[in-house]
T-cell receptor
Framework: DQQVKQNSPSLSVQEGRISILNCDYT??????FLWYKKYPAEGPTFLIS?????DKNEDGRFTVFLNKSAKHLSLHIVPSQPGDSAVYFC????????????FGSGTRLQVQP | NAGVTQTPKFQVLKTGQSMTLQCAQD?????MYWYRQDPGMGLRLIYY???????DKGEVPNGYNVSRLNKREFSLRLESAAPSQTSVYFC??????????FGPGTRLTVL
């Protein structure tokens, strides 16, 4: 039972355009959400997070949107750069006392020069 | 300031062998975690430690044991490795139990 789903395994966009990565969740107890970026042979790097009391959080070129009624969040990257090419993981937490994260399966973003 | 370090980076084992994966952090974080990542899947929690002296099971604990040696170190032990444990293992830490910071990973192959 996948509680956090990233239904698009891959995404390709042109440099300078917007990248939109999507994530759906099923557990209504999740109260915070994060995006991680992962390059090959490296550990995931924290990118941006959002609490369930907000519907938007912005940090430079990265914006995360949360739609609680639809149990959906998205990461927007504007403008996309070739260095953004990586695997992006959506994660959610808050449903248990251990405060561990539940991860999606990832979306591979390729930004074409 | 190294953040989260993991040793070794790579390891090849034969079925039935044992080994310990080491994780150390200099971030003074209370919580530490062990995850595994398999192709096409997200990271899955093996064990976690909310604070020094405490450990608890995650989603996939079978075949593993952990030790929270002190605040800095959290080790993962495979007593009798199996091919199903071939994976990339990540250690993570967190100051408040929410945002987690990951080490570079250990790539383990069990033949």
């Amino acid at each position: 039972d996948q509680q956090v789903k990233q239904n698009s395994p891959s995404l390709s966009v042109q440099e300078g355009r917007i990248s939109i990565l999507n994530c759906d969740y099923t557990n209504s107890m999740f109260d915070y959400f994060l995006w991680y970026k992962k390059y090959p042979a490296e550990g995931p790097t924290f990118l941006i997070s959002i609490s369930s009391i907000k519907d938007k959080n912005e940090d430079g070129r990265f914006t995360v949107f949360l739609n609680k009624s639809a149990k959906h969040l998205s990461l927007h990257i504007v403008p996309s750069q070739p260095g953004d090419s990586a695997v992006y993981f959506c994660a959610a937490g808050g449903d248990t006392g251990r405060r561990a994260l539940t991860f999606g399966s990832g979306t591979r973003l390729q930004v074409q020069p | 300031n190294a953040g989260v370090t993991q040793t070794p980076k790579f390891q090849v084992l034969k079925t039935g062998q044992s080994m310990t994966l080491q994780c150390a952090q200099d971030m003074n974080h209370n919580s530490m975690y062990w995850y595994r990542q398999d192709p096409g899947m997200g990271l899955r929690l093996i064990y976690y430690s909310a604070s020094e002296g405490t450990t608890d099971k995650g989603e996939v604990p079978n075949g593993y044991n952990v030790s929270r040696l002190n605040k800095r170190e959290f080790s993962l032990r495979l007593e009798s490795a199996a091919p199903s444990q071939t994976s990339v293992y990540f250690c993570a830490t967190s100051p408040e139990g929410r945002t987690q910071y990951f080490g570079p990973g250990t790539r383990l192959t069990v033949l």
